[in-house]
């Protein structure tokens, strides 16, 4: 059984930083890209950043480009997300979720049950 699980949110003012991690269980964690979704109240799913399977690659959302950090430990079967200088319109719930490399698509296959980030102004 595949689990992915997040943690790390919370309260934050703003110009603050967390740091999410999602630890990953019941799957060969190195054979999936990784990557981190947010949604907001009333809004879409919305895409923040994913690194590739051997952590050499990295993409980001443009609105969180230089000041989040996707990062991944594959010895620990977890991945980060540092968060830097956040900004009220950046809460939102958070999700990990995880993507086979070996697919051709960009769909994700596992998505753990989300963590909840809160900027205040």
């Known amino acids: 059984q595949v689990r992915l699980v997040e943690s790390g949110g919370g309260l934050v003012q703003a110009g603050g930083s967390l740091r999410l991690s999602c630890a990953a269980s019941?799957?060969?964690?190195?054979?999936?890209?990784m990557g981190w979704f947010r949604q907001a109240p009333g809004k879409e799913r919305e895409f923040v950043a994913a690194?590739?399977?051997?952590?050499?690659?990295?993409v980001y959302a443009a609105s969180v480009k230089g000041r989040f950090t996707i990062s991944r430990d594959n010895a620990k079967n977890t991945e980060y997300l540092e968060m830097n200088t956040l900004k009220p319109g950046d809460t939102a719930v958070y999700y990990c979720a995880a993507r086979s490399r070996l697919r051709m698509d960009i769909q994700y296959d596992y998505w753990g049950q989300g963590t909840q980030v809160t900027v205040s102004s």
């Open positions: 690194i590739s399977w051997s952590g050499g690659s990295t």
């Open positions: 019941g799957l060969t964690f190195n054979n999936y890209d």
